[in-house]
Each structure stands twice: as C-alpha cells, then as structure tokens.
C-alpha cells in the first residue's frame, strides 16, 4: 500500500535511477489499454476523456496501444494548457498519427455518442479541492453513460489516500492504479489492478532526491515554526556539538542552542555567532542538571541531540538516563550517550544515529556492512522501539517496520565530525517531520552535500559540509 505523496517520491527516485517518468507513463499507458481489452472485444468503440495532467497523459499511451479499437481521445481544455511536457508529447503523437482526437473547450461540446468503454484520465493524484469545470460536467456525462468505465490510477474526484469522494466524483466499473495498491481504493466498492509499471525496487528501498521532495515543503515563515534545536552535548569535547548546532541552522532550524558544561562555555562561544550558548556548572554533564535541561526544551517545544561530545563520566550516563525517563519531546541521541538508551523507559521520540560499533553495543547486530544485514537491524529497531539510523558506508534507516537503505556521500566522509552533522541535520528535519522520514532525508543530505564538494575528496572537513547543506536540502540539482 503507497499513498500520492509516497508514490511521488517513488517515481522521481526511480527517475534518478535512470528510469524516467516518460518510461513509466508509457508502461501505465499499457496496462490502461490492458484494461479496456479485459472489458470489451476488438472493435468496440473507446472514448478516453482525458485532462491536463498525466493522468491524462497515461490515456494518451494507452490510446496507441489500442489500434483494434474504434478510439476517440477528447482532451479537457486547450493543448497548450496541458501541464506536463511528458503528457503534451503523447498528446502531440496522437494528433502527428492521425487519431480521432477532440479539443474540448466547453464541456458542452463533449459528445460521447454512446461508447462501450469511457476511459477516465480526467483526474488521478493531482486533484485538488472539489471537481472544476470542465470537469465536472464531463464527469456526470460519463456517469450517465451506460459504458463500461475504467478510470485510470483513481476514479477522478476520488481521493487516492482517503478514498474520499468529491461530488460529482466518477463511478468506476474497474480502476486501474499503478505500482502498488493505494489506501482509498479499499475504500471503494470497485475492482482495482494493481498494474507493474516497471519501477525498480530500489526506488523503495533507496533513499532519494525523491524523498528530500517530502521535506520540500512550505515552510514556516515565522521565527519557531521551523523548530529549534536544542544539544546537550559537550564536555571532554567542544567540536562535536557546535557541529551539530550549525548543521541544524544550515539545515533550517529557527534556532540552535547549545547546553554545555560551563568549563568550555568561551570556547565553544567562540566558534561562532550563530550559535546560543547555554552554560551548567562544572566539566560534564551530571543529573544536576537534568531537571532544567527537561524545562527548556520541553517549554519551547525543542529536538533535543543529545550525545554530542558529552563523554562517558558515569555521572553524565547517569544523567542522560535521567534525562530520557521525563523528557516527553522529540530527541536525536548520538554518540556517548545511545549506551543508555536500550535500557530506559522513555515516553520520548527518539532518532537513533549509532554507527556500525556503537549499533553493537546496544545490542544491535555486530557487523561491518550494514547493508547487507538489513533484517537484523530492522529486529532490533523494532525492540527497541526507537527510530535506528545506522551510520556507515551506506546507512540503514528502520523503525521496525520498514527499513531503508542511504547510499548518498563521497569516501571523504571517514573524517571526523560527519555525524555530527548528521545528528544535527536529523534533529532539524525531525523538528518539521515524522521520525523515520527525517531519519532516511537527514543522511541523504549529509552525504549530498558531500557530493556537491566532490572536489574535496581528500581533505574535505565536516565544516566544509555546512556551506553546501542548503544547496543539498533544497538545490535544484538533484541528480
Ligand atoms: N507519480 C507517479 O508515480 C506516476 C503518475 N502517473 C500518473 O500521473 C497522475 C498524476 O498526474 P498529475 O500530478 O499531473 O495530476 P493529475 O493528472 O491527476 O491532475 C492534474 C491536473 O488537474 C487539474 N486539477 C486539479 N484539481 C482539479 C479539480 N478539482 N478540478 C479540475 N481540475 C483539477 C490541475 O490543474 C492539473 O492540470 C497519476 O494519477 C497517474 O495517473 C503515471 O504516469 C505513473 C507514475
Ligand atoms: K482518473
């Protein structure tokens, strides 16, 4: 089962696979015309009405498969307004071969005449609000028709997730969706093919430029709204945790703070400006200050990184194992302090970033490549009830459930710092996004942004990766 959004991004994976979408529209296109040969013999006449989108433009194939039919094709609206070159070129081939196709610019002029089969391409996933003309007028003479109606991905005015109907909404004998099954067709007393487009399981299992779409939202134009990240870290280490703070800046946290032992507060004020230091007493992190650090990030609604340089004083672990138990918010632990996470009780929602040993000392599965032992690490994100980002070559992001698979970065990446970032880039993302979303986008990003310095193979430092970050998270140039 896939939801719109989730198919969306599938499809622009798959396209930065190599498989384009013009080659998906043409499988769709194939087992639309599938579909019709399933619901009428030779010969019998087709109407495709069909609107601007691909949808549309998934008709526009299937009318080129369909040669021993009697086809009409009827577009709503003008070709020009057609939105996607991809459609528009399907179009423009029907009309180069001569095929029965019909401008209609009023929904006055849509004509039926009486035809065995309607194809209904009007609207799939890219619906929005109620139907508009032309197409809802078109929409109510199809369901006058006494044809069979296959409508294509979604009966249009059907919502794909919910299953809501628009009023006015066609009414299908039969649908024909793409890929995998989808959440609002179950809700519907229609029978439904699930068709095998021919995108390749690694657009699932891979994460990418598809799944940083997902993060591509609208963002918050007020100062808070897109989160502040709060990291209590530092301690033996300065480095670490001013790292994570930046990296959140750079990957559009409001704001970044950092809560540190008040020994190295000048130092790690001194990196930068943009950072707010926020100094407790003494060298390292003790359960002193646990209750504090629990008020500040919960009143301000904080993603908390915590681990970043914190050390292993027993007092800290001790601490961070206080933390945990009454912190209710959202949490990225890296680093010294994810030894404690596999024995708290926490009512937190936690983003775990291990790396391949930390992973096995918590008790996760004890291996160099990660990647090829996916199942173990999905068992153990599933009993510890933790979202898991195991960090190595290629990472792997599981919540138990389902389980991915980050190849982004360059072998310039070994240096040290690069899961600093990471841990910050994580708690940014997670400020605006559902866990295991931000935990699969965070390292696609982290290593993007290495990709963009690729002329740093040798040499490149984890700083460097904050300048490239927002080129990375929101750069046109995703492939
Ligand atoms: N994304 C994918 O993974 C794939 C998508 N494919 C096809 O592409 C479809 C989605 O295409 P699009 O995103 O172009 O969207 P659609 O083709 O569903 O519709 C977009 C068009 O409808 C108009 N529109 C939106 N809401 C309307 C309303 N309420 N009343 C009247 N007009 C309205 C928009 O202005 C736009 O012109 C899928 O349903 C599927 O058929 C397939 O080609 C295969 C792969
Ligand atoms: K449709």
Redesign the pocket.
Known sequence: MITAER??A??RNAAALGVS?KQ??ES?GNAVAAAVRDAADAGSRVAIVA????????AFVAARFLKDYDVTVHLLGRPETI??DI?RENWDALVEADCDTRVVRDSRDLELDDPDVVVDAM??????????EP?ASAARLVNETNATVVA???PSGVDANTGDA?DGAVEADRVVT??DAKPGLEELDTPVTVAD?GIPEAAELFVGPGDRRIVDRARGAHKGENGRVFVIGGGPYTGAPAMSAQAALRAGADLSFVACPDRIFDVLASYTEDLIVQPYDGDHLTPDQVDELVDTAESHDDVVVLGPGLGTHDETLEAVEQFLSSFAGKAVVDADALSVVPDVDTDATLVCTPNSHELAEMGGPDVDSLREHTDEIESFAADLGHVVLAKGKDDVISDGETTRVCRAGTPGMTVGGTGDTLAGITAALLATQDAFDAACVAPFVNGRAAELLDDRHNGLLASDLLDALPRALWGDDDE
Do not use: C, P
Not at 51 to 58: A, K, W
Not at 123 to 132: A, H
């Open positions: 198919m969306a599938v499809d979408q998906l529209m769709s609107g601007r989108g691909n949808n549309g433009g998934d939105t996607t459609a609207l799939g996933t890219g619906i929005t609000g109620s139907l508009r197409e294509v991905d979604v628009a793409f890929h487009i």
